[in-house]
T-cell receptor
Framework: GQQLNQSPQSMFIQEGEDVSMNCTSS?????WLWYKQDPGEGPVLLIALYKAGELTSNGRLTAQFGITRKDSFLNISASIPSDVGIYFC?????????????FGTGTLLAVQP | DGGITQSPKYLFRKEGQNVTLSCEQNLNHDAMYWYRQDPGQGLRLIYY???????QKGDIAEGYSVSREKKESFPLTVTSAQKNPTAFYLC??????????FGPGTRLTVT
């Protein structure tokens, strides 16, 4: 199945540092989503982006939907230990009978206190 | 509380046995989905259902079956035909054309 190109694959940072990750695709999406997954748990929705160029914040998280609708980035400011986990981007294709979510390959974030 | 529940959290089965994973949602969502996640990997779509009594195969449907008799429920059966059934299984739901919300997952181990 199709997957989005997500980078970096992993990040090891110190507490307090800012983090940036991004996703790119050759396809255009209606919606971009960012999820965080803790070990052994289901992904939790962090931010949803609906319009090209949209910039949305959720606390220390900021995400943007690319103008071309083919990319998105997620920034985390002033990281804390509980930010540890795997971050997935996902592009949503919908229309007619289709409502399909295409996932990125994930970014593993490790934060050292 | 509104949400998606999956049970059990951990499931162990012997090879050759069919096993059914439960997924229930009280969010009044029309669409439900099943994904499989292997260690260090992303999510792969097994089956999805846009409406009651209808469902479609995803990218890796072989060896799996589903039913959608009620809006709230979308059980997944892992059959003995699935060659590598050990994995983490995630259920999700959404309203049409909108973001998906995930359950806590079921870790299936087949020996």
């Amino acid at each position: 199945g199709q997957q989005l190109n997500q980078s970096p694959q992993s990040m090891f940072i110190q507490e307090g540092e800012d983090v940036s990750m991004n996703c790119t695709s050759s396809s255009i999406f209606n919606t971009w989503l960012w999820y965080k997954q803790d070990p052994g748990e289901g992904p939790v929705l962090l931010i949803a982006l609906y319009k090209a160029g949209e910039l949305t914040s959720n606390g220390r998280l900021t995400a943007q939907f690319g103008i071309t609708r083919k990319d998105s980035f997620l920034n985390i400011s002033a990281s804390i230990p509980s930010d540890v986990g795997i971050y997935f981007c996902a592009g949503l294709l919908w229309g007619g009978a289709t409502n399909k979510l295409i996932f990125g390959t994930g970014t593993l974030l490790a934060v050292q206190p | 509380d509104g949400g998606i529940t999956q049970s059990p959290k951990y499931l162990f089965r012997k090879e050759g046995q069919n096993v059914t994973l439960s997924c229930e949602q009280n969010l009044n969502h029309d669409a439900m989905y099943w994904y499989r996640q292997d260690p260090g990997q992303g999510l792969r779509l097994i089956y999805y259902s846009q409406i009651v009594n209808d469902f479609q195969k995803g990218d890796i449907a072989e060896g799996y079956s589903v039913s959608r008799e009620k809006k709230e429920s979308f059980p997944l059966t892992v059959t003995s035909a699935q060659k590598n059934p050990t994995a983490f299984y995630l259920c999700a739901s959404s309203t049409q054309g909108n973001e998906q919300y995930f359950g806590p997952g079921t870790r299936l181990t087949v020996t």
